[in-house]
């Protein structure tokens, strides 16, 4: 291959890069998924006292600072060895699921939306949120409305909708003021008819994808999620669990502190994204995925009602596990609605207005692991500090990264399969993207960086020169 | 009067000042009635366009990728807002300065790999020795500082750019 010029890659945002290789036919033959940016956090956040993680690593991302938030907090906690109050372990579970629910609804209808309404061969230059308001303003106001009630409580938990500084090491810095639990609990069912009135159309919709549900990463892998000690799902604090592509459980109440026991992680040549891998099956066996789907799939049940029966009809539809990677929609719904029944449980539970809700503590172990379910999937923070408390050494593994060998794989079975090695069609362009896009994947978080996956796409004849070229987001 | 056209991209940023930016809710439907967004993460476009009237650029100048988007921006923009911190100072990026690229990528890369040790070279764009703000690279006209800006302060500057005014967003903003 001859190496890629500075001039590809910056014609467009230049964060996300896909190169597709042809064999002597002309077909499609390698397809590689590049991410182009790096920050170093790791290294940078050396020395710095603990305390200041939350803030520092919730500049990762702003699309979920939250989760950085808590996975760091959580962390720090450890350092600290204490137990969190229990009304602030409650805080920050609601503050986490208001996240879940602004970050589906942007994925959902901000993102994919314009391809799963407006379809994937759409003028391109209409295929957005201004073409959704032509054609399905009510969608859109709908997506608006959702991300809106999920932002708006995180703000008026912890004041800030992006970069709030509310939660602490130890828990959070202020108590629930019951003017806002009254506003929220007021606001729950009209988010709620959102997702409803969404997943009822989705399900008459979907089924109309068959050939993306056939050919978006519909291959074996393994799944990773929390789950409780029952089996259920969990977003703010469980084990970890991996299952198998046909059901069966292979490692399970794997404690957040054992992690590194069972993921690995690969650098690879092409890409400022690391591979992680189950550690026992090596490297690149041990692929596995993270997220709504991953979460669905590994959870015996949501342990909510509404979610459970979304639940059911959707294995009903699809098994008990569900392969293809284009039902990551779908199972972003089902979250959501199981997001907004436990924000409903957790605010009707008065012990949630408790005014103790932060444990103070000086430095009392050398390391500390937070993990938590980020909307994309399993989020870990892991530091160890010197006796002072500054950090000495750091890794962050975030949820994109646990999926990067299957959007690699993905990226390959969707381009042989739609992608004609003479001439790109948008529309196939397009399907690449999707498919990318169907994770959800944050390249913010996932190179401690940037972006929304705009993506350069190359296609390569056997020799490695390049035969044509489509840039998108 | 012909529709403004808005361009956005993110640089080295963390994505929140575009969050700030979808936190304006229904104003973004105001928004889109008298303006085409025409590039950046939530549209199709494949490159940034001529004639673009106003540029939204968030985060520092950190890759050689940054620094070629950011002039590319500068040619093809009318007037190039620097939105939030990191893109008016360098902020959380700029972090990275004082450690020589090298030990960053190897930290990452070879200490923090459990199978194939190395930095990656291969289509990834070379980091800059620094993390710069938007200014040291390339004119800017305007420069709203948070981190993120607050929604209220963007919805003021874009209605101000929308209307053919020069947004002064004074008390509206803040650092941090
Ligand atoms: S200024 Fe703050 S919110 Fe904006 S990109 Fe930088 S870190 Fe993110």
Redesign the interface.
């Known amino acids: 291959m001859t190496r890629i010029t500075i001039d590809h890659v910056t014609r467009i945002e230049g964060h996300g890069r896909i190169t597709i290789q042809l064999d002597d036919m002309g077909k499609v033959c390698d397809a590689r998924f590049h991410v182009t940016q790096i920050r170093g956090f790791e290294k940078f956040t050396e020395g710095r006292p603990y305390y200041e993680m939350p803030s520092i690593t919730s500049r990762i991302c702003g699309i979920c600072p939250v989760s950085h938030l808590l996975a760091s907090v959580k962390a720090c906690d450890e350092i600290m060895a204490v137990r969190v109050p229990s009304a602030a372990a409650k805080l920050r579970e609601l503050l986490h699921c208001a996240q879940i629910v602004q970050s589906h609804a942007l994925s959902f209808f901000h993102l994919s939306a314009p391809d799963l309404l407006l379809g994937m061969d759409a003028d391109p230059a209409r295929r957005n949120i201004a073409g959704l308001l032509e054609e399905h303003p009510d969608a859109l106001r709908d997506g608006i409305a959702l991300r809106k009630f999920g932002q708006q409580t995180i703000e008026r938990l912890a004041r800030e909708r992006v970069h709030p500084s509310w939660t602490v090491p130890g828990g959070v810095n202020a108590p629930l003021d019951p003017q806002a639990r009254e506003k929220t609990l007021a606001e729950l069912p009209a988010a709620a008819a959102v997702v409803q009135r969404t997943l009822a159309m989705w399900k008459k919709t979907v089924d109309g994808f068959p050939n993306e549900i056939d050919a978006f990463s519909n291959f074996p892998t393994m799944y990773l999620g929390l789950v409780g000690p029952d089996g259920a799902l969990r977003l703010y604090d469980g084990n970890l669990r991996f299952v198998g592509s046909d059901g069966a459980i292979v490692a399970d109440q794997i404690r957040p502190q054992d992690y590194a026991s069972y993921i690995g992680e690969a650098s690879l040549p092409d890409s400022y994204l690391k591979a992680p891998y189950y550690r026992p099956a090596g490297y690149p066996d041990g692929i596995y995925r993270v997220g709504p789907l991953a979460r669905l799939n590994v959870a015996d049940r949501c342990g909510t009602p509404d979610a459970d029966a979304e639940l059911a009809e959707f294995r009903e539809r699809y098994g008990r596990i569900v392969q293809s990677g284009f039902h990551y929609h779908y199972a972003r719904l089902i979250e959501a609605t199981y997001a907004l029944e436990r924000m409903q449980q957790l605010l009707d539970d008065p012990a949630i207005l408790d005014t103790k809700v932060r444990a103070h503590a000086g430095v009392n172990s050398s390391e500390g692991i937070g993990v938590i379910e980020a909307p994309r999937g399993t989020l870990i923070h892991h530091y160890r500090v010197d006796d002072n408390g500054a950090i000495t050494w750091a890794n962050l593994i975030v949820a994109t990264g646990h999926n990067n060998l299957a959007i690699g794989r993905g990226v390959l079975q969707v381009a042989q399969r739609f992608v004609d090695g003479n001439k790109i069609q948008e529309g196939a362009l397009n399907r690449v993207s999707a498919l990318v896009r169907a994770y959800d994947p944050c390249l913010s978080c996932s190179t401690h960086a940037l972006g929304l996956v705009p993506l350069v796409l190359e296609l390569r004849g056997p020799d490695g020169q390049v035969l044509d070229e489509l840039a998108t987001p | 009067m012909d529709r403004v056209k808005i361009g956005t991209?993110?640089?080295?940023?963390?994505?929140?000042?575009?969050?700030?930016l979808?936190?304006i809710?229904?104003g973004?439907?105001a928004v889109?009635r008298k303006a085409?967004?025409v590039f950046?993460?939530?549209?199709?476009?494949?490159?940034?366009p001529e004639g673009v009237d106003v540029a939204v650029i968030e985060?520092a100048v950190?890759?050689?990728?940054d620094?070629?988007?950011a002039q590319?921006a500068r040619a093809r923009s009318r007037i190039v807002v620097a939105l939030g911190d990191c893109a008016v100072t360098g902020?959380?990026?700029s972090?990275?300065n004082?450690?020589p690229v090298r030990?960053?990528?190897e930290?990452?890369?070879?200490e923090?790999?459990?199978?194939?040790?190395?930095?990656?070279?291969?289509?990834?764009?070379?980091?800059l020795k620094h993390a710069q703000p938007l200014h040291e690279s390339i004119k800017v006209d305007v420069h709203v500082p948070g981190?993120?800006p607050k929604?209220n302060a963007i919805l003021l500057v874009l209605s101000e750019l929308l209307e053919g005014r020069t947004p002064d967003p004074g008390s509206k903003l803040r650092f941090g």
Do not use: F, K
């Open positions: 991209c993110w640089l080295d940023g963390c994505s929140g000042c575009h969050m700030s979808l936190d809710d229904e973004i439907v889109l085409d967004i950046g993460p939530l549209v199709d476009a494949q490159e940034w985060g950190s890759s050689q990728a620094l070629a988007l590319t902020n959380v990026p972090m990275r004082g450690i030990s960053l990528l930290r990452v890369y070879v923090g790999a459990s199978a194939q040790p190395g930095v990656p070279t291969d289509g990834v764009p070379a980091l981190c993120p929604p």
